[in-house]
Every structure is written in C-alpha cells, then in structure tokens.
C-alpha cells in the first residue's frame, strides 16, 4: 500500500505536459512537440518589415496554448512555447539587444501581464542576450485589429511606437504572433527611427497565409472551434 501511494505521489509531483498533461520534458509531451510542428512554417514574405524567425507556424495545434498564454495570465504554457523556438533562434545573427514589442499602459493594467516582455526575458535569459523592456513606446491604446482588413491594421497602427532612447545597431523585435506584419512594421520603423540599422523579428507563430495547408491532414479533423478556427490577428493587441 504504502508504495503505491508512493508511486502515485511521484506521478502526481512529475512534470506534466501543458497541452496533454502527460508526462513531459520542458512543458511539453514528445506527442505534442510533434504535433505542434507538424504545420510547415512559410517562408518570407515579400512585405515582411524585417527578417521574421517564428518558432512555430499558426495551427490549431498552438492556438490554444497562445491564447492561454496571452489572455489568461498561463506563463507555463507560453514558456514551453518559448523552448520549443530556441533552437532556432541560437542559429540566428546574434542580436545586441531584444526588445519587445510594448503594450499601451491601459492595456497591461487590463490584460495582467506583458506577453512580449515575458518572451524576450526568457530568450534573453537563455540565449545571454540584454533585453531592453522600455526600449520602445506604445505612443497611444490602438484599436483591437480584430476585425480590421489588412490596410485598417496598418493605419491603426502608424505611429504607434516610439524609440525612447538611441539603440545599438543589431536588434530582435519580440513578439508572440505576426499575422499581416502590422504592428511588426511600424515597431520596426522606431527602431530605425531609434538607430538601429539591423533588425531581426523574433516570434513564437507565424499566420501561414490564406494558401497554405498545415502539413498533417489530422490537424482538420477536428470539431469546430470559435478560438481555433480564428485567425491569427484575431489575437493582436
């Protein structure tokens, strides 16, 4: 008796995967890292603002993961999405600084926490690379871009951001998802503003765009889902 309440005592204080619950190394089970990667990541764009690293492609696999990560406070869940994209990002140009992508303080004192910030430490953390969290400013509270075509994405965020101080050359823009590259873009266009003359984008997902197909069919078989079945930058500030 005695080692079977130890034995379930050890499972229950053994990690636990943030997506299935099994077993699991670093937040995640081996199943859903796989499952998490089945989407094929696209490749640049031709109006991307900068060279984009994203971690994973936008799938109903990770979109539940981001939203509890974004909305509801789940630092688990974004931090295994975070280790998921670093063996990708030691592979890139090291960067002098990070710096995330800022929320407008009204929008932080409504959502809890600052998903990006949270990112860019544990990269920075990971990688040895100084994070910057003021870096940039958020000039004015947007407009939700849900809703808004890709053109009404782009005005709602001209202007948006400002560089606060005069920024090395080499820096990664952190954010959690890009989707039409508009809050991306005009962050990016601070930074130049800033100094900063190459600017990578680091991200957790990327929006495969309207032709892609996740790589796994399974991926479809699924019921609907209000969260799911939206798009990526349903989930933008």
């Known amino acids: 008796m005695l080692a079977v309440l130890r034995d379930l005592a050890l499972r229950l204080l053994e990690p636990a995967c943030v997506r299935c619950r099994l077993p699991a190394v670093d937040g995640l089970c081996p199943e859903c890292v796989q499952a998490l990667r089945a989407a094929v990541l696209p490749g640049p764009a031709a109006d991307d603002p900068a060279p984009v690293h994203a971690g994973l492609c936008w ?7 981001l939203r509890r990560y974004k909305f509801h406070g789940d630092l688990a869940a974004g931090a295994a999405l975070a280790r998921l994209a670093l063996p990708g990002l030691h592979a890139l140009p090291r960067p002098d600084l990070l710096v995330p992508v800022p929320l407008h303080p009204a929008r932080l004192r409504r959502r809890g926490h600052d998903q990006a910030l949270g990112l860019a430490r544990l990269w920075g953390r990971e990688l040895g690379l100084p994070v910057a969290a003021t870096a940039l400013r958020r000039v004015f509270d947007s407009r939700p871009q849900t809703g808004l075509a890709a053109a009404g994405r782009r005005r709602n965020l001209l202007g ?3 560089a606060q101080a005069r920024l090395p050359p080499a820096i990664a823009l952190v954010d959690d998802v890009l989707s039409t ?3 991306a873009r005009a962050a990016v266009a601070a930074l130049h503003a800033g100094g900063a003359r190459a600017v990578q984008v680091w991200v957790l997902a990327r929006s495969p765009g309207r032709a892609a197909r996740p790589a796994d069919p399974r991926l ?4 609907a889902d209000p969260w799911v079945d939206a798009q ?3 989930i933008m500030r």
């Open 59 to 65: 799938s109903p696999a990770c979109a539940p993961l």
């Open 232 to 234: 990526p930058a349903d």
């Open 181 to 183: 590259g508009a809050t």
């Open 220 to 223: 479809d078989a699924r019921p």
């Open 160 to 162: 948006g951001f400002v």
